[in-house]
DNA sequence: TCGCGCATTGCATGCGAAGTCAATATTGCC
DNA sequence: GGCAATATTGACTTCGCATGCAATGCGCGA
C-alpha cells in the first residue's frame, strides 16, 4: 500500500468526439452534429451518439470548438482594483448577464495602472470575442483592439467616447441635481471631495458639480482630493474642520467617502448631519443604505446598465460593423437624509 | 460614401505563426520556439522572428496552443451570489493570485442553487486545469471532477473534507472566543442569528457558538435566522426584542447582519450598543470598521487564505497525484467597541 | 585539416471539433 | 411502383500551435 495519491480509476484521457464515434458506430462528424443546435441527425442517430456520450463521460472540448469557430465565446471583463465598494456588484451583475447569453466571463483586475498592457496582451492571446472595460484606458490600447477586430464597450469611461461604445451613467447630470437641491435649501459654503486624478469618473462628478455652483453663483469653492475610500472622506472633513473653518455641506465623490465624511463630522467634530452638516455621496451603494448613515446620494442604475452593457457587446460581437452606440443612464435621486434637501 | 461601420484597414484576420514565418523567412516551428521559454533559439533567428511578429502585430492563439499542450491555463472560480460583502473581496484576491502566476480566471456566479449544474458543465467544456469554488458543491460534482481529473480546491467549504482540498477560516473557533469573551464580561442571556440554512459556513459558526455556550453551562439560547443581509439583521432584532424580552448580547453569523442588529437595536428600540446590549458578528469586512459601528468581530485572513488556496491550487495542478490538503486558519480577533467584551 | 558533438532548424504530425462535399438513405408524390 | 426531392451520414480538411525527429550547421580539439 506504498502507493502515492488517488489511484486512477477512469480513463486518464478525457473522451474526445472520436471515441464517442466508435462506441456509438458512428462517425465524429456525426457526434460534432449531435452536439450543435442547428445540425441534422435523425432520432436514432442522435440517441445513440447520447448514450455512447453518456457512457464515455463526453464534453465537447470548447478549447477545440473555438479554434475551428473562431469563436472562443469569452468575453474579458476588467476592472480596476477599487477601492470602491460599488465595482463588485457590478462584476457580479455582468458576469450573470453572460451566462444568461451562454457567454463565459475571463475576468481581469488592475491592480496597477501599469498592468494594463499585461492584461491587454492576455486579452488578446486567448481570443476573447469582446471586452468590457471598467478600468482605465489609453488611445493606443483602444487602436489595439479596433485593429484587433476586438469588440470593445467601457463602463462608465468617457474616454475616446467617439470610436468605442459606451454605457455610464450620467455622473455630471447627478451632482448638478444634488448642488440644485442642496441650494435651493439654503446651502451656500460648499466643500467638495473628489476622488483619485486619474478617475475619469471622478472629474466628471467633480466638474458637474462646480459647473453647477457657477450657475447658481457660487464660486467660492473648497476642493479636496481623496482615493475615494471611507479613510480618507474621514481625513478629508479633518483636513477641511481643523482649523475651524465650517461649512453647509461636503459633496463626497462617492459613498463611501461621504460615510467616512459623516463618521468624521459626528465623531471628532460632534457634528450633527444632516442639521449642522449636509453630507452627499454618489453611487448608491449598499452600506449608503445603512440607518446610521441613509445617504443621500445618487443610485447608479446598476441592474440596467450591467444589461445594456453586456447586451451592445453582444451585439457587437454579432455585427463587428456595427457603429458605436452610447448609452447614458441618469442616476436615481436618493433624498434620504444626511442632507437637509429640497424635496 | 454609403459604407456602414468602420473601414477595415488592417487585415481581416489575424496573423498566425505561418504568416510570421512566411514574413521572417523562416519555419513555423521557429515561430513557435521564439514564443516559448524553454526552447532553443539563436539570437539571430529571435530577433527576426520578434521583428515580423512585431510588424504584422503577432500574439501566440492562446486557444490553439491549449489544444496541443492539453493545458487552458485557466482556473474556474466560482462564488455564490452572495448578499455578503466578503466575497467580493476574496474574488478580486484570488484573480490577483492567479494573475501574479500567470493564471487567467474564469468567473462563474451562482446566481441560484440549480445553476450549479450548467457550471460544472461549462468548466469541463473548457478545459479549466483546476477549480476554485467558494459556493455549494455536492458529492455528484465532486465525484465529476474527480473523475475528470481536475483539481479542487474548495474554499470555505468543510464538505467532503476528506477527498478534496480546502482552505478554510476556522468558524468554530473565531466563535468560541467571541462567546467565551463574552461570557466572562458577563452576558449571560445570548442571542444567535444565524445564515441561510443552507450555508456550510453558518452552520459550523452557530454550532461552534452553541457548543462554547454549552461549555460554559448556557444552553438557553434563542436562535434565528436571516440571511445574511442587513435586511435580515434588522427583522431578527426586530423579532427578538418585539414582546420585551432583552438580551444581554447578539451573535449575528456575519458583519452584515450584525450591523443590521446595531442598527435596529439603537433605532427602532433605543438600547445603547454596546451598553444595553452587545452585537458580534464575523467576516471583517469593511463596512465593520465603519466608526458608527466599530464591529467586535472575527475577521477572515483574507489575504492568505486567496493566496494559500491559489498555491494549493497550482500545485496540484502541477503534481495531480497529490493527496488532498487543508488548510484551516484562525481568524483575527477584532475586540472592536460594539460589546462589552473581555480583552 | 578532419571528425565529433552539440546547438539550431525544418518537416511532419497531432490536439479535438466543425464544416464542406459527395454518397447514401428516406420520404413524398403522382 | 418509380422517380425526384430531401434528409442523413461519412470521409476529409481545417483551425493555429507544439513537439519528436531528422537534417543541417557550427565550434573546437587533435
Chains 1, 2 share one sequence.
Not at 444634488?178 to 471631495?193: E, P
Not at 474621514?234 to 463626497?252: E, P, S
Amino acid at each position: 500500500m506504498s502507493g502515492r495519491g488517488q489511484k486512477h480509476v477512469g480513463p486518464r484521457r478525457r473522451a474526445t468526439s472520436y471515441d464517442v464515434a466508435e462506441l456509438a458506430g458512428v462517425s465524429q462528424s456525426a457526434v460534432s452534429r449531435v452536439f450543435q443546435r442547428g445540425a441534422s441527425a435523425s432520432k436514432a442517430m442522435r440517441a445513440r451518439v447520447l448514450e455512447a456520450a453518456e457512457q464515455l463521460g463526453y464534453r465537447p472540448n470548447a478549447i477545440a470548438r473555438g479554434l475551428i469557430t473562431q469563436r472562443s465565446n469569452m468575453v474579458a471583463v476588467v476592472i480596476g482594483r477599487q477601492t470602491n465598494l460599488f465595482y463588485p456588484e457590478v462584476l457580479v451583475q455582468l458576469t450573470e448577464q453572460f451566462s444568461q447569453r451562454d457567454i463565459r466571463v475571463l475576468l481581469f483586475t488592475l491592480a496597477q495602472e501599469r498592468d494594463i498592457d499585461l492584461v491587454v496582451e492576455q486579452m488578446l492571446q486567448y481570443r476573447v470575442d469582446g471586452i468590457l472595460m471598467a478600468a482605465m484606458l489609453n488611445q493606443s490600447q483602444v487602436e489595439v483592439f479596433r485593429s484587433a477586430n476586438i469588440p470593445l464597450v467601457l463602463f462608465n469611461r468617457a474616454f475616446e467616447a467617439a470610436l468605442t461604445s459606451s454605457v455610464r451613467c450620467d455622473q455630471a447630470e447627478g451632482e448638478r441635481w444634488l448642488v440644485q437641491s442642496l441650494h435651493a435649501a439654503g446651502h451656500r459654503r460648499f466643500a467638495i471631495i473628489s476622488g483619485p486624478e486619474d478617475s475619469s469618473v471622478s472629474a466628471e462628478r467633480t466638474q458637474g458639480a462646480l459647473a453647477q455652483l457657477h450657475d447658481l453663483g457660487v464660486d467660492e469653492v473648497t476642493v479636496l482630493s481623496g482615493d475615494y475610500s471611507y479613510a480618507s472622506g474621514k481625513a478629508a472633513v479633518h483636513t477641511l474642520l481643523q482649523n475651524g473653518a465650517r461649512y453647509d455641506v461636503v459633496i463626497a465623490a462617492n459613498d463611501a467617502m461621504a460615510i467616512g465624511c459623516i463618521d468624521a463630522a459626528r465623531g471628532k467634530f460632534g457634528l450633527s448631519v444632516p442639521d449642522e452638516l449636509s453630507v452627499v455621496g454618489f453611487d448608491g451603494i449598499g452600506p449608503a443604505r445603512f440607518d446610521a448613515y441613509n445617504l443621500t446620494t445618487v443610485r447608479q442604475p446598476i441592474g440596467r446598465m450591467t444589461a445594456a452593457a453586456a447586451e451592445m457587446l453582444v451585439h457587437r460581437i454579432e455585427d463587428p460593423e456595427m457603429l458605436p452606440e452610447h448609452r447614458v443612464f441618469s442616476g436615481e435621486h436618493v433624498l434620504g437624509s444626511s442632507a437637509r434637501i429640497q424635496r
